[in-house]
């Protein structure tokens, strides 16, 4: 089974919502909410891969602030299946105002609220840490590299 390496971007306002959108037309879990971001490309660490699929989706610069936590989920039941393995990191706004240019809809959601969103399958372990608050660590700049195989 085909697998992939996915980071997402947990962006969280300051009355406590978190920032989702839905997946495009044509694409994987088509209709499916999910956190912004994308697969890691050959010889990118973490910080890279998200800041660029966050430019390129959301023409919107962030800054990944802390490890949120990791899911690992296997998509059996697709028409392509496949395996992926989803690293999430906390991300603060630096400049722009995330504007969709491949997803069809955004949405803030409530952190309380995260549980009634359809999300893709591979997220619901990351809405359970962000909800719990728990599992997550610090992880400011030089330390993402050591806390990437987690
Ligand atoms: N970005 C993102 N992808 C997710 C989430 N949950 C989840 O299962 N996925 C899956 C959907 C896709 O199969 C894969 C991410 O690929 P993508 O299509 O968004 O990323 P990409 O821009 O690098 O891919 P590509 O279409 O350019 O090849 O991970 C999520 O919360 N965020």
Not at 24 to 46: C, D, I, Q, S
Not at 117 to 134: E, T
Request: hydrophobic share 35%; proline share 3%; glycine share 6%.
């Amino acid at each position: 089974m085909k697998h992939v390496e996915v980071v997402c971007a947990v962006i969280r306002n300051d009355k406590n919502e978190i920032f989702c959108c839905k997946r495009g037309p044509g694409r994987a879990l088509e209709g499916y909410w999910e956190f912004p971001g994308g697969k890691v490309e050959a010889n990118e660490t973490h910080e890279e891969t998200i800041v660029r699929e966050i430019k390129e989706e959301l023409n919107t610069i962030i800054e990944p602030i802390r490890y949120v936590g990791v899911s690992n989920h296997e998509y059996t039941d697709l028409n392509k299946p496949f395996s992926i393995t989803m690293y999430a990191y906390e991300c603060k706004l630096i400049q722009g105002e995330l504007e969709l240019t491949e997803h069809t809809e955004k949405i803030w959601v409530k952190v309380e609220d995260l549980k009634k969103i359809d999300f893709a399958a591979a997220d619901l372990p990351i809405v359970g840490m962000i909800k719990k608050d728990k599992n997550y660590k610090l992880c400011w700049k030089n330390e993402y590299r050591e806390l990437k195989w987690d």
